[in-house]
Structures are given as C-alpha cells and as structure tokens.
C-alpha cells in the first residue's frame, strides 16, 4: 500500500473556510488527506499547534488566510505570517523539513485555488515520504490552567 | 447708492443713481420698445429704438437711449416727442431696409405707425441687435460668437466662419435670437451623436432621480455652464427664492450607523474592446444603454429611434451576450440581455418599420410571464437568429445597398454562415461589477468574488447579508439581476436592517476572548495586537481586560498570550489540541 | 550714451550743460527733412549723396549731416536747411548735394537754381526763416524738429529738452494740474475740452490704476500732424506723457498709433527705450520715486480706433467699436479704469506750458483759446504742407499768407477743415450763389450779411458759435473745380468704409444717404431727396452711439448750406456746375486747341483723333469723361459741359478754329 500522508489544515473561518466549502458546494475533487480544522482567523494558530501537529504524527501542516490586506479581522493574517516564518525556523531546528508547513492564502471565492493548494501539497508531502521524528519533538507543555 | 428723483413722461419716480432710464420707465409701465435689449445682459444700445429726450428742465435737451442712460437728481425724460418718434420710425425704417420682413420688425413698425417702409425691405433675418453675441460672452462664456467685417459687411461669425470647438452647443443663442436667423440646425441634424449618448441627465439642473431625498434639483458640475466656462448663472437670476448656491461642494458627512446595505449597482460592459462589434468605430453600433437614452421621450432624439445621419434605420441587429458567456471576458450569464433585447425588439416594431434581427446563443426567458413575452415577439416577426453575432463590418464590405452594416453570424439551426445587413447595431452589453467593486468591499470588510460581485453570507442560507454584521447586499452589486429580483432583495436587505433597528439591542456572538486575571502577567503584549482595540489594561489590577461586547473572537491575542492567560471561547487551546489528536490517532 | 542714466534732476541738467558746452556753434550742419512727405519725394538718395559729397571732399567731421524731422514746407520737398547760416534749398536732387557741398559748403557761394522763389513776388528766398510760408507761423511744437535728429536723445536734451520734466517733478502734482489749467490748453484732437479740467477729474476718479493715453490715431485723410510731431520729435510727446503721468498719479501709459505710420512706431519706440536707458522711464524716475512707462500698441488703422471708446476697446484686444460715453472715461475707460485720453499734439503742448510755465504760454492766442494750432494744409493751395500758427489767425491768413493762395488761376470755392468726422465747410459767404444758399436755408435774411468764417479768428468758440468747429488740423482747400455734391459723396463713401456698423443710425444711415446722393450726382436725383438727406441727418444726429456717426451729416449739411443751388444744378438742370460728377458732364475740345497731341496720349479710350498741329475731337460716345485730358492740356482747350452738348461745342469748334487760335475763348454753355 502507498504511503497517504496525513495532513492537517488549519483554516481560517471566513475565506479559505468558505473557500473550501465553495471547493465542496462545487463538487471538486481533491485528495482526502487533508483533514480542516476551523480556527475564526489565521491569527488565531498557535505556533504550539503545528508542533503538536507534527508530534502527533501529521506529515504535513497547511495553513490557509485570507489574501494579505482582506483580512475578515483587519491584519491577523499578516501576524500569522509572521508566526509562520518563524515556526518554520523553528521545525528546521527539529530536523523537519520546512516545507512540511505551508502558508497559502485562499479567499472565499477561491474554490478552484483551494483545490489547486491541497492536491499539488499532498503531492509534495507524498513526495517527501512520512515524517521520522524519533521522539525529538517535545509534549508541549500545558498550562495547569487548562484542566 | 443714492437715490435721485426723475421724471419720466409726468410721473414722478424715485431711483437708485446710476440706474438706467429703461428700468424706471418700464416699473412705471411707459413702453419703451428695444430691439438689442435683453435682460441679465450688459445693455449693448446697438439699435437705437429705445431713444428718448433727456432735458435737465433748464433747457437743456438731448437724445438718449433708455437702456443705457444713467439717471441723475432732476432728470425729465419724454418718451413720445415727435423728435423721438421720428428718430425711432427712421431707424426702424433704415434696419428693415437691409433686414428681411420679420415678425419683430414688423410688429414694431405696426406700432410706429410704418405702413410701407420708404426704403423697402432687404433680406437679411440678421438684425445685428448683437443679442447672440453677448449671450455667448456675457452668460455663457463661450466666446464662440463675434461680429465679423465692419460697418454694412457686419456679420456674425464663428471663428474663422467654421464650426468651433469653442462652441458648447448650449442653444443660448439661438434662444435669445428674436428673428430666428440662429437656427440649432446643425445642432439639430449631429443631435444624435450614438457614441455621445449616456445616461447621464441632460440638462445641468435636476432631480438625481424621482424619489431623490431631499427630493430637490441639483447641479451637475460636469454638463453646468457655469463650471465649465464660468458665465451662465442663468438659474440664480430666475430663481424668485435665491436657491441656487454655486459655491456648495460635496462635502464628506461622517455619519454613526448601525447597519449598511450596500446597493452599489453594476457597470456596463465596454464594447470597445470587441473589436469585432465595432463599436466607437461605427458610429450606428450602440450599446443597449444608449438605444435605451434615445427611446426615452426626454433623450436626445425625443424618444425616436434614428441613425446618426437622423434617417430611421431600415432594419436594426440585436447582438445578444456581449461580453457574456464569453470565456474571454465574463463567463457568466447576464440574465437580463434576453429579455430587454425583446422588448427593444417590440419598440421598434411599434415606432419604426424597421426590420429586427436578433443574435442570440440560448434564450433565457424564466420567470412569470417571461416566455409569454417572447411568444409574443416570435409573433411580430422579429427574426430570431440562433448564432452569436461573430462580427460587424460595414456593408461597403460586400458593395451591397441594402443596409450600412453586415452583422455576421453562423445561424446554427439551418447551418449556414449568414451576412445580415442592417443600418442600426444593438449590442446588449454584460452586467459587469463596478469598477471600484474591491475598494468597497475592503472598506466594508466583505469580500468579493473573481468576477467582482460582493459575496454574500451565504448562497442559500444568507443571501442578503455579509460576512461582516450590520453589512447587507441589495441588487446587481452582488449578482446580476433584473429589477424584480433586485426590489425583493432589497425588500430583504431592509428587512433585516429593520430587525436590528426594532431589536434595539445586538445579540453577541457567544465566540469571544477571556482573561483569567490569575494568569495574566500584564506584560500588554494583547493590548496592541486587538484590531478592535477590545483589551483595557486595568493598572490597578495590573491585568488586562477584554470588552467582549467589542470582541469579534478572532484569537489573535489568544495565540500571542506568552502565559496562555487568555481563552478564545469555542476556539479553546484544549478544543484544538483535542481536534488535532482526534484527527491523528 | 547707453552708459547715461539720470538719478537725480541735477544729473540732466548737468548733461545738457556738458552737451551745450561740447557744442560748435560754428560746425556746419546739414539738417536734411526726412520726414514721410520728403522721404517720398527722394530724400533718402538725396541723404546718401551727401554722404558721398561730404565723403569725397574730406569733410565728414567738419560737416554734420543731420536727418531731420518734418520742417512743415512739405511742398517743397526733399529741403534741407544749411546751419548756421540758415540757408534753405528746396527740391533737391541727388545730383545737387555735390553742388551744395562745392559751392556753400566749401566755397560760401549759393546756388541759386535751388533757393525758394515766392511764386507770388518772384523773389528768391535766401533764409528759411524769411520763406513767408514760415513767417506766420509760431513753432512751438515743431520749431525743434528742423534742429535735431528724432532718433538722438542728445539732440532734445540739448535744445532744452527733459528739462521740464525736471521742473515738473520738483513740483506738486495738482500744482501741475492747477499751471496746466491755468495755461488755458484745450484738447488738439477736435472737442477742444480743457486739459487741466480732465486731469483734475481723472487724478480726483476713484480706482486704482490709473492710465493715461495718448490718441496718435489719426485717420482723416490729409492729415498728418500727429505723424510729423511722433516722427520728428517723439521725446516731446514722451516727455508731455511723464508730466501728465506725475500729475495725474498713474505709472503705466499707452500710446495707441496706427501701423501704417511705420516711421512714426519706429522712432517712437526707440525714443521710449533712451528715455528709458536714461532712466527718464521705469522704476524711480530721477531719483524720486515715481514710476512711469510707456507702452506702445499699433492699431491696425481703423479711422473708429480715434474715437476714445473705440481706442480703449482696441487696446484691450476687443474689436475697436465704441461704446456709450455716459459715464466718462476718466472715470471708466480702458479696463474700465480712469483714463485720460490726449492726443499727441495735446500731449507736446505740456512740456512746453511747463517749460515756458503757464501764464506766458496763455498770452499766446485769444481769450478762450490759447497756445498754437498745427494744421495739415492740403488740396488746391500752392504752399502745402504742415503749418503751425498761434490761436487767434484767421483761416484767410492761413490761406493766402501762409498757404499762398489757391493754385493756378482758379477761384477759391472752400475748405474743408476737420475730415470727414466733424468736417465742415468754410467759405466765401460773400459769394452771390452762397448768399442765396444760406438764406434759402434759413441762415440768412435777405438782407442780412453773413460774418465770414474766413475772417474769424481760429478759436474754439469764436468757430463754433458759427456752426464750424475748430477740430482737428485737416484743411483740405478746393477750388471751383471740386463739385460739392461730389465732395458729399467722398466723404460719406470714406465713412461707409470706415463705420464699425455697431449702431443701426451709423451703419444703415450712411449707406442710405450715399445712396441718395449717388442718385443725385447720377442726374436722377429729386428735390425731396434734400428733405429726405437733412431729415435723415438729424437722425444720425441725434441718435449715433459715437461721434463717427454724429458727424458723418456734416458733409451733406454744410454742402447743402452753402451750395443749395449746386445740388438744385444736379436735380433740376442735370448739370454739375463743376463738370465733375461723371454722369452729368461732357468734355469736348474747343477752337483752342494747338493740335499737340498731348491730349490723346493718356486718354484710356482712344476717343481722341485729330491730326498733329490740326484741331482735336472726342468721339462722344467713347469719352468715358475720366478727365485725364482735361488735366493734361495747357491751353486750356478742353471744356466740360452739361451731358449731350459736347458735339455741339465741338462743332461750332470746327468753325472757329484757324490753325492757331487767335479770337477770345468762346463762352460755352
């Protein structure tokens, strides 16, 4: 049997959310290896979620926000941004390959993009075959507060 | 100014120095006939007929023109001495000499009791009173008008007797012209410039439209005389009330709302770049919006339907789908094309003779009464091509003398490539989004879709609002859409601004950020990061607060938190992590 | 000399000293005219012949050879005027210049063949100041022009020149005013209003800026005073301008001339740009803080553009046409700012009044009119030319003492002063058939005599009581051979051309009358075209926007005044009394004739034959009556008689004639 990465999308609540949705409501087809987690702004994704990700076995993150400057919440995705390059500085040090994390930009109305985004990404993951990380990922820590 | 005593033909009159001896008489109800007087004019006193006697009641005595004679203290003016009288009846009978028998002349000879001018009568319809002249200078500023040559050579002329450009086609002059020598004949005859023609308002004073609140007339800059050449002012000298305000500019009101309907409307699809149509290189291929300015009553051609030449055409093309379904341009349907394209068919049925061919790929007519109607055309012989109009080119093309145009097409129902020829092109042009589509919706923070038009909440469930609360969508500014479609949307869009309103208070969203005081460490660094500026720092607590009633639960500071102190509800750190082991275990 | 530049009053008089100083007063100078009326008789070849006589003999630096402006004697011309001693020779030819510089110059000797010869007392003249054409007259205003070159600063300044500007701007500007209304100055340019009053109205009118003009459009034909004063000494009228600028508080002035005086513009724009290199124009003249300057704007020469409203029209850039003068245009004249108006004349006079200072310029001339008068004499008079004279000469001096009487042997009929705008006929009232004329027109009582306007001294008044007016300067003489229907009819065709045709009166009223008078000098004319023509004229009288239509009547009132029974000829008789008016008249050749061909060289018709030394005949019916015949034959031979008589006249002719003519000349019809 091939090897299915599995990845994990974070997608913010207004366009690459609905973009997807406009992917679904189109009935376009894409590979089912992404699995979406709705966050309501790209700003919202924790550097700690994507490390989790990965620690938890995912082969690939994919972050999606709206298009620079048509932030539903004005200019989260351009703090995402930020967070991004800095977290894949970060999975580098790990010994992950950094483009196991991607950031696109996907707006509501870009299903078709949206379709381009996931297949051409489970391509490049399947490529790079599964992620070994031999346990050098850390739990992150949780805060006693969360209980 | 002071005020001075005169005395006009017996009646004692007090005026304003300076004033001229016209305006006494005529408040006194003495006639004075004038030939080169206007109002709101400089008074010229070219013709000479308004003379009267001046005496300072001393002996002195003087021949003067009323419309131009200042009045002092102690001035006598006959208007009817034999003196004066013979000098008017001589001038008139020396300007009928040259001029042709006009009304105006005539009437006044009547009144001078002239039954048979001594020295006959010319044929000139010039009486060179000047009026045109003045006007063009004096009101309108156009300076396209002058008198040529001298003494009885003198003529009015254009620069260099040509058309001018200077000349703005106002019809001033022909308006103050007493003996009709200025005719708008030539105005008349280029009346319908096809590319000129737009939907803009005609005259430079009007209702932005029927039921405009303030339901008051308006200016508009671009077609006002006044702002284009600085003279005119016509409309502040007539208005009784002093309504009219040149020096209003827009103005930029900022005004607190709760909800927006956005019902920004559509642009129409430029032809131009079609080169295939044609179209702004043959002057009778217009667009739908155009023919639809000349069928109005009010429009350029008073609601008649005529080529540029001012002929009616012999047979008229309807192109459907320009710029519709058109992988090149916009693929999407314009909805509307089809059936106005019938009813522009049915116009000219009933106002011309004039033979329709309409080009068209699929007729799209759903909707109640939407087929009867197209029966209807199918019955009043309009003939109905099924192809896509794929060309227009000029009838010289094919020597032929049947029409000025060869629209081509392939008529795919028999098969075969048809040249139609026809005098008159209508190309029914996409609905398109504006132009400035995007700037609008990044200021109301909604978002637009590939082919510009605003996207609604959601295609079923939420087709009237936004993404964005308070922001709804009404008409073709989110789809293209007929006018039916378009006054239910925006019966909806209102109705849903009305709920907030009546509601009197908003229901929040349960999704929004928490501070657990106990785990803030106040180092502020969510204080900067909220684009809704929805943390307070307290000092005395030295912790930072969160408004949820200003929070929009984006999570951006939830995400920064550097001691995780700040809890995005229904987006919790717990919640995530349990989606994310959920999905990878 | 552009090294010069006056800061201070004390700076021009200190340069006039150290030119007068520098001066030779023995240095022989030849002062050429070279004025328009002697540069088209041939003064520019007769200039460069003495510049090669001077040349040959070595004498460039001992002799001066200075181009002059007009000396007036125009007649004469081209003159030139051999200083210090005074010598005037006249008509000279290129070939005369090394004859002059031979004998005078070098040799002391004069030449006879080109001194004045009184055509009266057959004297020859040796000194100009002696030719009685000059000695009438009183040249204030041109008596500079013989003495300098109009294009050298220094030659104005040294004759006196700028010095009343100095004087002027020491004093106060209404103290200015107050001499120049006290000199008694009347405007040259025709209405003859005070020139002080206008100043004081416009320094006293409200508005900001000011700007004063000076009128050198001058368009009657035959005129050219305004021509020979801007040509020959433009600094006067320059000067007069910066006087009248000071005391009338502007500092920007206009000089409105007519480009067909291309000499004029030409020195006059080089005199403003010294006066202006002197510092005597622009910012801070002489040091005292007054600007002034001046531009020049050419007409295009349209004779309405001398009409003040039409002028200022002109110079703003619109089309020339008057408009009302209710309100003054000291008032509201040019941009509808207070302006002062002069004419070039007017404005020559005040440097003079200023210099001279007022109460001795007002003892010259009569009660009510002060200072000299130039006029341009022309027509039938044997001495033409510009004359200048003081107020109060009669018209009878100006004409048989100054202008030596009428030409020929003609009988003087009248003379015409003023051109066509305002012009008026001045004549013999004596006369029989003039007599008649005035009373039939209600001038006169049988009985009564008429005071002779020849006889009356030239003031403003003294003619205008009598109907005439002084106006501008134009004296056209006519002698019996002018038809005054004729006449009538020159002028209001002149006045047709020239109407703006802004005002109905103007424009369609002078056509209407030329129609009618045509009529008459075509023999169809009838008695009611009189009433019709007089009728008329008070109209345009009363109701013409500007004067160009005010006046235009003038012509056809006074002919019809004095010569009611030359148009009762036209009407009645179908004869023009002065063989004139083509229609009306035949020419024929009578006994006299010598048979010397000269006559039919230029007829244009070949309508004469005759074999040499045998009697002439026009074939009628060729004879377009042009009269070049008539002008060419020396004996006098060819007559004009009333239209048909001609082969009569010609045939009683064959009888008498016997070769040579010997008998009387037959009366004729």
Redesign the interface.
């Known amino acids: 049997m091939s090897f299915e990465p599995?990845i994990?999308g974070f997608l913010c609540n207004?366009?690459s959310y609905?973009g997807a949705d406009l992917a679904g409501?189109a009935r376009m087809k894409y590979p089912p290896n992404m699995?979406s987690?709705r966050?309501?702004?790209s700003?919202?994704?924790?550097?700690?979620?994507i490390l989790?990700?990965f620690r938890?076995?995912?082969d690939g993150v994919l972050v999606c926000g709206c298009h620079p400057?048509?932030c539903?919440?004005?200019?989260?995705n351009y703090?995402c941004l930020r967070?991004m390059l800095l977290t894949r500085q970060l999975i580098k040090d790990f010994g992950i390959d950094p483009v196991r994390l991607r950031l696109e930009w996907v707006?509501?109305?870009?299903g078709a993009r949206f379709q381009e985004v996931i297949t051409e990404f489970t391509e490049q993951i399947r490529s790079l075959g599964p992620l070994k990380l031999g346990g050098l990922v850390p739990e992150?820590e949780r805060?006693a507060?969360?209980t | 100014m002071a005020q001075v005593h005169v005395n006009i033909d017996g009646h004692d009159i007090v005026m304003e120095e300076g004033a001229y001896v016209l305006e006494g008489a005529r408040s006194l109800g003495i006639r004075i006939p004038t030939l080169c007087h206007y109002p709101y004019m400089t008074?010229y006193?070219?013709?000479?007929?308004c003379?009267v006697e001046a005496r300072d009641g001393k002996g002195w005595t003087k021949?003067?023109?009323a419309c131009?004679?200042?009045v002092w203290d102690g001035l006598e003016i006959h208007t009817g001495t034999p003196?004066v009288m013979?000098?008017r009846r001589?001038?008139l009978e020396?300007?009928m000499?040259?001029s042709a028998p006009v009304p105006v002349l005539q009437q006044l000879a009547d009144e001078l009791g002239i039954e048979k001018p001594r020295?006959g009568t010319g044929d000139d319809t010039c009486i060179?009173c000047?009026l045109c002249v003045r006007v063009c200078d004096e009101v309108v500023g156009a300076h396209a008008l002058?008198?040529s040559?001298?003494?009885?050579?003198?003529k009015v002329a254009t620069p260099f007797g040509g058309q001018s450009d200077d000349c703005i086609l106002c019809g001033a002059c022909a308006k103050v012209c007493p003996t009709g020598h200025i005719a708008l004949d030539d105005i008349n005859q280029r009346q319908v410039v096809h590319r000129d023609i737009s939907l803009a308002p005609n005259s430079a004073i009007s209702l932005p439209f029927r039921q405009a609140v303030p339901n008051v007339p308006r200016i508009e800059p671009e077609h006002c005389i006044h702002f284009n050449t600085g003279g005119c002012k016509v409309c502040s000298q007539v208005c009784p009330k002093d309504c009219i305000q040149y020096d209003d500019t827009e103005q930029i009101e900022e005004i607190e709302v709760g909800a927006v309907i956005l019902a920004t409307g559509f642009d129409s699809f430029d032809p131009s770049v079609m080169k295939q149509y044609g179209y702004g290189r043959y002057p009778n291929v217009v667009t739908a919006e155009q023919f639809e300015m000349m069928n109005n009553a009010a429009g350029p051609t008073g609601g008649r339907i005529l080529l540029e030449n001012g002929e009616e055409p012999r047979a008229i093309g309807i192109v459907h789908c320009v710029g519709s379904r058109d992988q090149n341009h916009h693929k999407y349907c314009s909805r509307v094309c089809c059936m106005y394209a019938f009813k522009f068919s049915h116009l000219v049925k009933e106002k011309t003779k004039a033979e329709v061919y309409q080009f068209y790929i699929d007729i799209r007519s759903y909707g109640k009464g939407y087929e009867e109607f197209y029966q209807r055309i199918l019955d009043e012989d309009v003939n109905i091509i099924r192809g896509r109009g794929a060309e227009v080119v000029p009838a010289s093309y094919r020597r032929t003398e049947e029409g000025q145009l060869l629209v081509r097409c392939e008529d795919t129902l028999i098969g075969k490539f048809r040249e139609v020829p026809v005098d008159m092109v209508i190309l029914c042009t996409a609905l398109e989004a504006r132009a400035d589509a995007k700037e609008v919706a990044?200021k109301f923070?909604i978002?637009?879709?590939?082919d510009g038009w605003f996207?609604e909440a959601h295609?079923k469930l939420g087709p009237v609002s936004t993404?964005?609360d308070g922001v709804y969508l009404a008409g073709a500014c989110q789809s293209p859409k007929d006018i039916p479609d378009t006054v239910s949307q925006g019966g909806a869009a209102a109705s849903h601004v009305l709920k907030l309103l009546c509601l009197g208070e908003i229901l929040l969203d349960a999704?929004f950020a928490e501070i657990?005081e106990?785990?803030c460490s106040g180092c502020r660094i969510c204080n900067g990061?909220c684009?809704?500026n929805a943390i307070d720092f307290i000092a005395e607590k030295k912790v930072s607060k969160v408004n949820a009633a200003m929070c929009?639960?984006?999570?951006?500071c939830?995400?920064?938190c550097p001691?995780?102190?700040i809890v995005?509800k229904h987006?919790?750190?717990?919640q995530?992590?349990a989606?994310?082991?959920g999905?990878?275990? | 000399m552009s090294d010069m530049r006056f800061t201070s009053a004390a700076d021009v008089d200190e340069y006039r000293r150290k030119l007068i100083r520098q001066r030779n007063d023995d240095k022989t100078i030849i002062a050429l005219c070279a004025g328009t009326g002697c540069l088209a008789c041939g003064c520019e070849a007769v200039s460069e012949a003495f510049r090669e006589a001077l040349a040959g003999s070595n004498l460039e630096r001992e002799v001066e050879l200075k181009r002059t402006g007009c000396h007036g004697f125009c007649e004469r011309g081209p003159l030139a005027v051999i200083q210090p001693q005074g010598v005037f020779y006249q008509k000279l030819k290129p070939a005369d210049a090394k004859l002059i510089v031979e004998q005078t110059i070098k040799g002391g000797q004069l030449v006879k063949r080109l001194l004045y010869r009184d055509p009266q007392t057959k004297e020859t003249i040796v000194h100009e100041k002696d030719i009685p054409f000059y000695k009438k007259q009183m040249r204030l205003i041109f008596g500079k022009n013989g003495f300098m070159d109009p294009t050298a600063i220094n030659d104005y300044i040294a004759l006196g020149g700028y010095s009343a500007v100095v004087k002027a701007l020491r004093m106060k500007p209404e103290d200015i005013i107050k001499e120049i209304t006290l000199s008694g100055l009347r405007g040259r340019g025709g209405g003859g209003y005070p020139t002080g009053r206008k100043w004081a109205s416009c320094r006293k009118a409200k508005g900001t800026p000011k700007y004063i003009i000076c009128n050198a459009d001058e368009g009657d034909p035959g005129a050219f005073m305004d021509r020979s004063l801007l040509e020959g000494n433009p600094h006067s009228v320059v000067e007069g301008m910066i006087i009248g600028a000071y005391a009338i508080g502007c500092s920007e002035g206009f000089v409105y001339v007519r480009n067909e005086y291309p000499l004029a513009v030409k020195n006059l724009v080089h005199a403003i740009k010294t006066a202006r290199e002197c510092g005597l124009l622009g910012q801070n003249i002489l040091g005292t803080g007054f600007n002034f300057d001046i531009d020049i704007s050419r007409g295009g020469g349209?004779f309405?553009c001398g009409e003040s409203t039409a002028l200022m029209a002109s110079l703003e850039g619109k089309?020339g046409?008057p408009?009302?003068k209710?309100?003054h245009t000291v008032e509201a004249g040019l941009w509808d700012k207070p302006s002062c108006l002069n004419n070039v004349e007017t404005w020559a006079n005040v440097p003079i009044i200023i210099e001279m200072n007022a109460t001795k310029y007002a003892e010259i001339g009569t009660s009510g009119s002060k200072g000299t008068k130039v006029f341009a004499l022309t027509g039938k008079v044997n001495n033409t030319g510009l004359v200048e004279v003081p107020m109060g000469i009669t018209l009878r001096e100006i004409l048989y003492d100054i202008g030596g009487g009428v030409r020929g042997k003609k009988r003087f009929k009248a003379v015409q002063t003023g051109g066509p705008s305002g012009g008026t006929l001045i004549v013999e009232t004596g006369e029989r058939g003039i007599h008649d004329s005035m009373v039939a027109h209600g001038d006169l009582r049988e009985d009564e005599e008429a005071v002779n306007l020849l006889d009356l001294p030239v003031d403003f008044d003294e003619l205008t009581k009598d109907g005439s007016m002084m106006v501008s300067g134009g004296m056209i003489v006519m002698d019996e051979d002018s038809c005054m229907v004729d006449v009538a009819r020159y002028f209001l065709t002149f006045l047709?051309?020239?109407?703006?045709?802004?005002?109905?009166?103007c424009?369609?009223?002078?056509?209407?009358m030329l129609e009618i008078l045509t009529r008459i000098s075509d023999g169809e004319g009838a008695m009611e075209d009189l009433a019709e023509l007089e009728?008329?004229s008070?109209?345009l009288i009363?109701?013409?926007?500007c004067q160009l239509g005010g006046s235009a009547p003038n012509p056809i009132l006074s002919t019809i005044r004095y010569f009611r029974q030359e148009y009762k000829a036209h009407i009645l008789d179908k004869r023009c009394p002065a063989g004139v008016c083509k229609a009306l008249v035949s020419h024929a050749i009578t006994e006299k004739c010598t048979g010397c061909r000269s006559c039919a060289k230029p007829c244009p018709t070949a309508a004469i034959i005759g074999e040499s030394k045998g009697l002439h005949h026009i074939i009628q019916e060729k004879c377009i009556q042009c009269g070049a015949c008539y002008q060419i034959c020396k004996h006098d031979a060819i007559v004009r008689v009333k239209r048909g008589d001609g082969d009569a006249v010609q045939a009683r002719a064959a009888g008498l004639w016997k070769g040579k003519p010997k008998a009387e000349p037959v009366a004729v019809a």
């Open positions: 599995r994990i207004w366009c609905t409501t699995t987690i966050v309501m702004c700003g919202r994704i924790d550097p700690g979620f989790s990700s938890k076995g995912a400057g048509d539903h919440y004005v200019e989260g703090k967070r707006s509501a109305s870009e992150v805060t507060v969360h | 008074p006193a070219a013709c000479r007929i003379a021949i003067v023109t131009n004679y200042p003196r013979n000098a001589v001038n020396m300007l000499s040259r020295w060179l000047g002058a008198f040559d001298r003494g009885i050579f003198r990044r923070n978002s637009t879709g590939a996207i295609p993404t964005t999704a657990r106990e785990n990061l684009p809704y929009k639960a984006c999570g951006t939830v995400a920064a001691t995780g102190a995005g987006f919790t750190d717990e995530i992590y989606q994310i082991e999905i990878l275990t | 349209a309405v089309t046409e408009r009302a209710y309100i047709k051309e020239e109407s703006c045709g802004k005002c109905l009166p424009r369609e009223g002078i056509r209407r009728e008329m008070q109209v009363d109701t013409s926007l």
